[in-house]
């Protein structure tokens, strides 16, 4: 079964509203959670770590007070898009590691954002 | 910087027929090299992986052979089912080992049909 949980799958929403995705681990608590992005055609790109009880480190370009990453608890991550836009209409996808013999990493299922 | 390019999709087989998928990187440092799967409606999973040069990763009937000398790592498999249909993603991470932080190619979509 899975062991990651992304939601949700798929989201329309207006410009200029905020839309919130959640990334949770089902069996294992996680320190640490990424968040990716892919646009059409291109690959998936690192947006940022997700640490938990400490703030996220973004990568180069990536807007941190535009999409706010909250790691609250060792199952639970959350990417927040604020003021969307149509340009970040995108596939969203965590991924989480699991810490130990291998640091095994688990994905998500990825979530299509669309903003119009 | 580092990079991985994959060749482009979609790419439609007729069940068992042999499969290659390409794909090369770029890389400063030892990468390790994964190929990741994603099925219909689900997330990826780890399809295999080599993390030294001339390392064989193999699962599901797949192959790759982590190649030094030419900066390759192409999926194969001999005969493709159905099932395998999905997209395939070939991913290094710069740090020997780690998965954590991982830098991904396109993505390249396989059909395969009855």
């Known amino acids: 079964g899975a062991v990651v949980s992304q939601h949700p799958s798929r989201v329309i929403c207006k410009s200029g509203t905020s839309v919130k995705i959640e990334c949770r681990s089902l069996?294992?608590?996680?320190?640490?959670m990424f968040w990716y992005r892919q646009f059409p055609k291109q690959s998936l790109m690192l947006m940022a770590t997700?640490?938990?009880?400490?703030?996220?480190?973004?990568e180069q370009g990536v807007e941190k007070d535009k999409f706010l990453i909250n790691h609250a608890s060792l199952t639970l991550s959350t990417l927040t898009v604020t003021s969307a836009h149509p340009e970040d209409s995108s596939f969203y996808i965590c991924?989480?590691?699991?810490?130990?013999?291998?640091?095994?990493?688990?994905f998500g299922e990825g979530s299509w954002l669309t903003v119009v | 910087g580092d990079s991985v390019t994959q060749m482009e999709g979609p790419v439609t087989l007729s069940e068992e027929a042999f499969l290659t998928i390409n794909c090369t990187y770029t890389a400063t440092g030892y990468p390790s090299l994964f190929w990741y799967v994603q099925y219909p409606g689900e997330g990826l999973q780890l399809l295999l992986k080599?993390?030294?040069?001339?390392d064989k990763g193999s699962n599901k009937g797949f192959e790759a052979t982590y190649r030094k000398e030419t900066t390759s790592f192409h999926l194969e498999k001999g005969s493709v089912q159905v099932s395998d249909s999905a997209v395939y993603f070939c991913a290094l991470s710069v740090r020997r080992g780690s998965q954590g932080n991982l830098i991904f190619g396109k993505g390249t979509k396989l059909s395969v049909k009855p």
């Open positions: 080599a993390t030294k040069a001339d």
């Open positions: 069996d294992f608590q996680a320190t640490t």
């Open positions: 991924s989480v590691v699991r810490n130990g013999a291998g640091n095994t990493i688990y």
């Open positions: 997700s640490n938990e009880g400490s703030k996220a480190t973004y």
